[in-house]
């Protein structure tokens, strides 16, 4: 498994209650794909999202997102955490 930050880019503001809401759709379908959703930020006025998230590829990340909510990531990046 690996870590992987994903980002998403709306158009126009989004609520944490409503990020929320698919965040715990991602956690419903993540063993599916053998992935952990971890932690999410959430900057409501720019729109934007970031998901911490620990996978076997960036594929089954997006995935997770694609199949319990439909809103996949603009930008997926491997990430290293720091102490």
């Not at 970031?50 to 990340?61: G, I, S, T």
């Not at 199949?67 to 997926?76: C, M, N, P, S, Y």
């Amino acid at each position: 498994m690996a870590l992987f930050m994903d980002v998403h880019h709306l158009d126009g503001s989004v609520s944490m209650a409503d990020v929320a809401q698919a965040h715990a759709a991602d956690l419903e379908k993540q063993s599916d794909h053998g992935v952990h959703y971890l932690r999410y930020w959430v900057d409501e006025p720019a729109g934007k999202i970031f998901c911490l998230v620990d996978a076997p590829d960036a594929e089954a990340a997006n995935t997770v997102h694609r199949e319990a909510h439909g809103l996949v990531a603009d930008e997926i990046h491997p990430v290293t955490e720091g102490v």
